[in-house]
């Protein structure tokens, strides 16, 4: 896939409020950004400072209170779930701290569903994708393991393969080793920066590993709602 050049995301004025018991809750407070393709970005911020909050506006599993955001050159403002969620499909990978895996499902079958839902691709090709991707993760002979039957960096490289097997444009991953020891954890990181190189997609990443932070093109640190 030909990758975009340019800018992927851009992001003016966005704000995000919630109502509680006490009445509008301010989480996101005037956000401009722009994330150029191909680069790598970590979010940081304490806990409830809104850095998954943005994440997930970014990525269009929610919808702003006030505000723009362009994904690939598409204005998320006034579209529907499922005209998001077409936009998504194919262009964009998640992988979560969770790994949601489908526990019914072996892995190969976790890492084919995303391109059978894309649609357009035999089984046969589809299959020989993700397994291709399993392999290069390291798991080519559990393919047909079921999640329960696998370790959590198992798992989690399991959701890495699911994650790049439509060959997105961007990558966005919450905590990703949040659930992991940091042996485990730092194993699956590197292979996740490997992975992105290899396939040349932009990396959206939130974590509160500084250090992991670092290793990013840039980074950007959201203190009580705004970007410091």
Same mark, same amino acid.
């Given at each position: 896939?030909?990758?975009?050049?340019?800018? =992927?995301?851009?992001?003016?004025?966005?704000?995000?409020?919630?109502?509680?018991?006490?009445?509008?809750?301010?989480?996101?407070?005037?956000?401009?950004?722009?994330?150029?393709?191909?680069?790598?970005?970590?979010? =940081?911020?304490?806990?409830?400072?809104?850095?998954?909050?943005?994440?997930?506006?970014?990525?269009?599993?929610?919808?702003?209170?006030?505000?723009?955001?362009?994904?690939?050159?598409?204005?998320?403002?006034?579209?529907?779930?499922?005209?998001?969620?077409?936009?998504?499909?194919?262009?964009?990978?998640? =992988?979560?701290?969770?790994?949601?895996?489908?526990?019914?499902?072996?892995?190969?079958?976790?890492?084919?569903?995303?391109?059978?839902?894309?649609?357009?691709?035999?089984?046969?090709?589809?299959?020989?994708?993700?397994?291709?991707?399993?392999?290069?993760?390291?798991?080519?002979?559990?393919?047909?393991?079921?999640?329960?039957?696998?370790?959590?960096?198992?798992?989690?490289?399991?959701?890495?393969?699911?994650?790049?097997?439509?060959?997105?444009?961007?990558?966005?991953?919450?905590?990703?080793?949040?659930?992991?020891?940091?042996?485990?954890?730092?194993?699956?990181?590197?292979?996740?920066?490997?992975?992105?190189?290899?396939?040349?997609?932009?990396?959206?990443? =939130?974590?509160?590993?500084?250090?992991?932070?670092?290793?990013?093109?840039?980074?950007?640190?959201?203190?009580?709602?705004?970007?410091?």
């Amino acid at each position: 896939m030909q990758k975009k050049t340019g800018s =992927v995301i851009e992001v003016r004025g966005l704000c995000k409020r919630v109502k509680d018991a006490t009445g509008e809750l301010t989480i996101l407070d005037h956000i401009d950004l722009t994330i150029d393709a191909g680069s790598s970005i970590a979010i =940081v911020g304490a806990s409830g400072s809104g850095k998954s909050t943005l994440l997930g506006l970014l990525a269009g599993l929610d919808s702003a209170s006030e505000g723009s955001v362009r994904l690939l050159g598409h204005e998320l403002t006034g579209m529907s779930e499922d005209q998001r969620a077409a936009l998504r499909n194919g262009s964009v990978g998640f =992988v979560f701290q969770s790994f949601q895996l489908m526990p019914h499902l072996t892995a190969l079958e976790n890492v084919t569903l995303p391109l059978e839902l894309q649609g357009g691709m035999a089984s046969r090709d589809a299959a020989a994708r993700a397994r291709s991707l399993l392999e290069q993760v390291g798991l080519g002979q559990r393919t047909r393991h079921y999640p329960k039957l696998l370790s959590g960096g198992e798992q989690q490289r399991v959701a890495l393969a699911r994650a790049f097997v439509t060959r997105p444009e961007i990558l966005f991953a919450d905590e990703p080793t949040g659930s992991l020891d940091a042996a485990t954890g730092h194993a699956v990181i590197d292979l996740m920066f490997e992975l992105n190189r290899s396939h040349g997609a932009t990396l959206i990443l =939130v974590t509160h590993d500084i250090e992991l932070a670092r290793r990013c093109d840039s980074i950007i640190t959201i203190e009580a709602g705004r970007v410091a």
